[in-house]
C-alpha cells in the first residue's frame, strides 16, 4: 500500500464515518469523491510518476475522470444512485488501486544532487507551488467568493444535482427548463454533483461555489503535465501563468462548470500523449489510465473531446512520423492498445451519450454560431499581451534551435486545433467560436514556462562562464526578480478582472433577489414564466417554477429547442402569436435584465413593470 492509497483509504472510509455519525459536509463528500485518484496514480505515465509533487498533483484530474467514468456507467445500466450505492463505487475503485501497479517511479523526487539535497529541492518547490496555489484560490474567490455567485450556468449544474439527488439517476427530465425537457447536460460533472448531495444529505445551494475545486485541479493538473518534463523552473513558471491569467477569472464568471472539469482532464490526456510521443508509456497500467482520461473527457464535455480528438490526431501523426525508438508497428499496436481501455471503460458512458444526443435534433446551422466570432482584442486581454508574447518567443527559439520538447507537442497541437476552430466559420462549421480562447491557457502556459526555463538554464550557463566574476553571483537573483516582476505584472491584471468579472456577471445580486422573492409572492403555484437569456436558468432554479427563456440562436445546443426558445422570444416581444401563447401556457410575467449582454436585439416586453432594479426588470405582459 502506497502513502497516496492509505491517504485515498482515509478519505473515503472518514467520510463514511463521519456521515453516519451526523457530521457529513459537501466538502467531505467531494474529497472521497476525488479520492480514487490517489489509489489510481499507478495509472499515471511514468514521467508524472517520477516525481512526487508531479504525482499528487495529477492525483484529483485521475480522480475526475474515475469517478465520473464509474457513476455514469453505473447509472446507465440502471442501478439508482443512493449513499450506498456511490460509496461501494468508491471502495471498487479504492481496490482496483491495490491491484494497479506502481512500478519503480515512486521516487522521492530528482536524484542529481543526493537524497539529502533533493528533498530539501522537493520542499522548496512544495512551498512554491502551495503559494501558487494559494493565490489562485485568492484570486478564484475574488470572483465567486461571495454569494450570490455570479453567472447564470451555475443554477443550471445546481438544479441537475438537486434533481439527481431526487430521483438518483442521471437520465432525467428537466420539469423547469424550456417548459419541461430531459436533461441534455454533460453528464461527467453532473454524475460528481449529485451523488454528493446525496452522500452529505446537504442542501444544492452549496454547489453553487464548487467550481473553485476545478479551478484549483487545473493548477495542480498543470504543473503535473509540465513538471513530467520540464524542471522546477519550467513546471512553476507554467504553473503561475496559468494561475494569472485572466481568462482562468472569466471562466469562472459565466460559470462554465462542465468546460474546466474537462480541462482539467485534458491536462492529463495533454501529460499521457507527452509521454507516449517520448516512449515513456510503455507499461499497460499506464495505456489503461490514458484510455480512462479520454473517456473522461468524453463524459465531461462534448467540445472538449472534439479539440481532444484533433489534437491527438496530431500527435499520433508524428508519432508515425518520427516513432522515436520504436517501430511503427509498435506505434499501431500501442494505439491499439489504448483504444482497446478506451472502449472497454466507455461503452456505458458512450451508451449514456447517444441517449442524450438522440432527442436533440441534431445541431443548428453555422449561421446560428455568427455573432460568436472571437473578437482578437477580447482575446489579448483574457490571455495578456507578455503570455502571448514569451509563448511566440519560446516557439519561436525551439523551431530556430530545432530543441522542441516532444512532451510540449500536444500542447503545441492544442494550440493549433482551438486556433483552427475559432475560424471554421470560414468553412461553415458550426460552434461556439470564442469559446476557444479558454483553451489556450492550457496551451500557451506550458510553452511559455519551457522558454522561461531555457532562458533561465542560459542565463546560469552564462553565469558559470563569464570571466566577470563579480556578475556570476548577481545572475540567480537578477533573473530570479525579472520573473517575479513578470508574474506580479500579470497576477495584477487578474486581481482587477477579478471584480470586472464579478460586476459583468452579477446578475442576482441582493436587490434583484428582493425582485424574485415579490415575484414568488405574486406567481400561483406551477404558473411559468418567460425570461431574457441572462435570468433563464436562473429563474428555473431561484422560482422552480417552467420557465420559456427567450434565447438567441447562438444560446440554444439542441436543435429540437429552437421552438420553444422562438416561443418565449414571441411572447417577450408581445406579439400576436408570443401574446397567444402566453394565454395557452398561463404566462403573465416576464423576467430581464436592462443591462443583459445581448448579441441580437434588445427586447422589451409590452406591459407594466412592476419591478425595476439595475440588474433585474420584471413587466406584468399585456394579454
Known sequence: MTPAWCVAAALIFGELVLAVAGAGSLALAGAALLAPGLALSGLLPAPVRRHVLARWAMTPAVGLAATSVALVSLSRVGVPLTE????????????????????????????ADGEAIDRRAVVLEGVVLFGLLALAGVLAWRVIGVLPVPGNDWAKYVLYADEISRHHKLLIDNPFWLGGVPFREDPGMPALMGPALIMSGAAAGGLAQ??????????????????????????????????VMPASQNILGWHGLANLGALVI??????????????????????IGFGLALVGVAAAHRLTTAIMIGVLGIVLIARLVRPVDATRKEVVLSVARILAAAIALGLLVAWDLQTRSASSGGTLPYTSYLGTKLDPALMARDITW??????????????????????????????????LLAYVWILHLPLYYARMVFYLPLALAPLAGAGVAAAFAWVFTRAGRSPAPRWRPAAIPASALVAGLLVGVLAASAWSQGQAVRRYYLFANPSSLRGLDGLTLALTPGEPVTTDRCWSFLSAWLLRTKTYPALSDQDIGPKAELPIARQGRAMMRGTK???????????????????????????????EVVFVSQRLAIVELER
Do not use: N
Open 386 to 419: 507578455p503570455l502571448m508574447i514569451i509563448a511566440a518567443l519560446s516557439l519561436i527559439g525551439f523551431a530556430v534551435r530545432r530543441t522542441l520538447e516532444r512532451a510540449l507537442w500536444p500542447a503545441l497541437a492544442l494550440a493549433v486545433v482551438v486556433s
Open 84 to 111: 450506498v450505492s456511490v460509496r461501494v463505487v468508491l471502495v471498487a475503485l479504492l481496490a482496483i488501486g491495490l491491484l494497479v501497479p506502481t512500478g519503480a517511479d515512486d521516487g522521492e523526487g530528482d536524484r
Open 266 to 287: 485534458l491536462a492529463l490526456v495533454l501529460a499521457q500523449a507527452g509521454a507516449w510521443l517520448r516512449g515513456d508509456l510503455r507499461d499497460r497500467p499506464a495505456e
Open 577 to 607: 402569436e408570443g401574446r397567444r401563447l402566453a394565454k395557452r401556457y398561463g404566462v403573465r410575467f416576464a423576467l430581464l435584465d436592462p443591462t443583459c449582454p445581448v448579441t441580437a436585439e434588445t427586447v422589451e416586453p409590452p406591459g
Open 210 to 243: 464548487s467550481i473553485v475545486v476545478l479551478g484549483l485541479a487545473l493548477v495542480l493538473a498543470v504543473y503535473g503535465y509540465a513538471r513530467s518534463f520540464l524542471g522546477a523552473v519550467g513546471a512553476l513558471a507554467s504553473t503561475a501563468f496559468v494561475v
